[in-house]
Nanobody, 116 residues
Framework: QVQLVESGGGLVQPGGSLRLSCAAS????????VGWYRQAPGKQRELVAT???????NYAGSVKGRFTISRDNAKNTVYLQMNSLKPEDTAVYYC??????????WGQGTQVTVSS
């Protein structure tokens, strides 16, 4: 059984930083596609940053240069470092993992609010 548990969300002022964590169990973050998506009120869920199975990274254009995805294989955890946050980054952020064995899995989400 795959479990993804996000943490690290909160309220931050514009220009501030947050680091999200996604602790995985039942799936290895080192060899599977893992990443972060977000959903703002009234909008569709969108890709933020992901690792592909080959280990390359993809970023949404709106976060390139500000957000960085990383992973700690020993802790089986994926991180999203978010810098220079903007009000339009406000959303629920979800961790996602895909494997051929277990299909697609989602965490419960963590709220990020960027506001002064």
């Amino acid at each position: 059984q795959v479990q993804l548990v996000e943490s690290g969300g909160g309220l931050v002022q514009p220009g501030g930083s947050l680091r999200l964590s996604c602790a995985a169990s039942g799936i290895s973050v080192s060899i599977n596609a893992v990443g972060w998506y977000r959903q703002a009120p009234g909008k569709q869920r969108e890709l933020v940053a992901t690792f592909t199975r080959s280990g390359s990274t993809n970023y949404a254009g709106s976060v390139k240069g500000r957000f960085t995805i990383s992973r700690d294989n020993a802790k089986n955890t994926v991180y999203l470092q978010m810098n220079s946050l903007k009000p339009e980054d406000t959303a629920v952020y979800y961790c996602n993992a895909y494997s051929t064995s277990y299909g697609e899995n989602w965490g419960q989400g963590t709220q990020v609010t960027v506001s002064s």
